[in-house]
């Protein structure tokens, strides 16, 4: 039965690739088993591959590169590097590997130049005179017990230990919601959003629309801190200059689990290590210590980035421009 799938799987893509004859495939899912069909058809029949890494943590810890391309588009000079050590080095590949930038980035830079703070807390009903921290969740298999801590958090913000601070909690898209329905959705002090629609037939489990990007920026823009466990919006936070809380602990009333359990041990990740070493976050390994980060005074604060600029935003703004320029140049 797996063979009979395969062998449909690979008649059909060589069918489709006949059909249209390409000189190209852009590819964005290289290392995903699903494109290796295209791929291999790709390289067979002499056809140029360029294929864009989509996100800062795909190299080390999302599948293999089997098949690479004649081209590579990364985000930055850290996934340059991680490519070619952990993919041209190890497979023999001879791709030409090129810094792209982050393309979601472009928005943030166009609304930069246009956006209001207090304008953005109106849209999404957020009280104009408070400090604004914004919490990103996890999805349950990375950190299991985080619902627990966001109810303390919910707890605590509404019994007034965080005075003239209010709560904006953005569950991550592949969160159905099905996890929180027991959570009233918003409170004096404190406010839950679902992005995104569900749907578990798509690959990723979420159905973006076109304002996602818009959606993301506006979130993130109205944050005097911005809460996270070891995500890539750390990274989203520091191109707006937003001061980074990154949870380290298991639990909110516990010690932390042994570390191959721990959410501790993806701070030691190859991508996310170097933020961490770039000692541009404030890292917090306890409730307590997360209280004691929320109590300070948080409006107007900017963070300083710039070691994490340096190494993670390539290019800001241009993103989509500089991969136009290398597809036409392909």
């Known amino acids: 039965g797996s063979e009979m799938c395969i062998r449909d799987s690979n008649s059909s893509v060589e069918q489709t690739i006949n059909k249209f004859e390409p000189n190209l495939i852009f590819c ?19 056809i140029k591959i360029v294929s864009l890494v989509h996100s800062w943590d795909v190299i080390t810890t999302k599948g293999s590169f089997v098949f690479s391309g ?63 921290v914004v919490y990103t969740s996890a999805v349950k298999r990375l950190f299991p017990n985080e619902k627990e801590i966001l ?4 707890s605590d913000f509404e019994n007034g230990d965080f005075p003239g601070k209010f709560l904006y909690i953005r569950l991550h898209p592949q969160e159905i919601g099905v996890l929180y329905r027991d959570v009233k959705p918003e409170g004096n002090n404190y406010k839950l959003s679902i992005p995104e629609v569900n749907n578990l037939l798509l690959e ?51 010690a932390n689990y042994n570390f191959f359990q721990s959410v501790e041990r993806y701070y030691y990740t190859d991508h996310f290590s170097k933020v961490v070493s770039s000692g541009e976050t404030h890292i917090v390994h306890s409730y307590k210590e997360l209280c004691k980060q929320l109590n300070q005074d948080l409006r107007g604060s900017r963070q300083s980035v710039g070691a994490i600029k340096d190494s993670y935003i390539y290019d800001f703004g241009n993103g989509v421009e500089n991969i136009i320029e290398k597809l036409l140049g392909a």
């Open 204 to 254: 990723d489990s979420v159905r973006f629309k076109s304002n996602t990007l818009l959606t993301l920026f506006n979130d993130l823009f109205v944050a005097d801190a911005i809460v996270n466990m070891a995500s890539s919006i750390t990274l989203d936070a520091a191109a707006l200059e937003k001061k980074v809380i990154n949870v380290s602990f298991d639990n909110h009333d516990v």
């Open 151 to 154: 109810k303390k958090l919910i």
């Open 28 to 46: 964005t899912l290289n290392n995903k088993i699903n494109e290796y069909f295209y791929l291999r058809f790709a390289r067979d029949n002499s």
């Open 70 to 132: 004649d081209s590579v588009l990364v985000w930055n000079e850290i996934n340059e590097m991680e490519y070619r050590y952990f993919v041209s080095n190890l497979f023999g590949f001879k791709s030409q590997i090129l810094k792209v930038g982050i393309p979601q980035f472009d928005v943030y830079q166009e609304r930069l130049q246009q956006a209001c703070v207090q304008d953005v807390k109106k849209n999404l009903r957020i009280p104009l005179d408070k400090q604004v």
